[in-house]
């Protein structure tokens, strides 16, 4: 079998609390949701890799819906006109209701959808996000109806600086007895950044993060059978 270092995918957050963020005033606002019964449609934007599929998701698990629950649906741009035909939607919301839990629905790349699902996720929206949690996320705001926008909580969440980078690797590493200078790290990580790119994706920082532990302390490791 293929033997891999993946120090990073270990420390895959389990719940809302455990998601990275560059920007802190982002995880505070979103505790809101995580950890109240606050009810309403979050629109999460931002560059490819910053996790916001990973939070959304986190988010509805810590307010209690689990993947097989009927109540809670995840989807994306690309699936949503089917499930929207099929009355899968309204019927996830209206089982939640009738059983005094929260109805979920999250739709990720909600950029994609059409014209005529956007204006119909605009009424859905309307009817429900007042007794539901509505979780949207997309890597291209622009191409989002306006009128969707205005009916939700927006955040962007931005990748990471060189130094923003540096800290949090610096961290992961630390939980596993692996000691690199914040500014070592950063020196590589600036190196990471192309010539277009101010910010680093989550992914990125992942894997700079077991590169940089395999070229410091490979015996330490803790090796992960793929």
Known sequence: S??????????????FNDCYFAEP???QELLSYANNPLNGCVLLYGAYGTGKSTAVELIARDRGAAKSDIHY???????????????????AMQWGVINHQTPVLIVDEVDILSKENQLWLRSFIDDWQHRALI???TNYIGNLDGSIRDRCDC?????????????????VLAQHDIRIAVSRIEQQAQ??????????SLRTVGRLCDKLAL???LPKLRVVKN
């Open 215 to 217: 070229q410091v302390n």
């Open 135 to 137: 979780l949207l996320t």
């Open 191 to 200: 190196l990471e950044l192309g010539s277009e790119d101010a910010l680093l």
């Open 73 to 91: 649906v995840h989807t994306n741009g690309s699936q949503f006109g089917e499930l929207r035909k099929s009355s899968t939607l309204v019927n």
């Open 155 to 171: 955040m962007e969440v931005r990748g990471f600086t060189a130094l923003q980078a540096a800290e949090l690797i610096h961290t």
């Open 2 to 15: 293929i033997m891999s270092v993946n120090i990073f995918h270990s420390n895959k957050p389990q719940s």
């Open 25 to 27: 005033t982002i995880k």
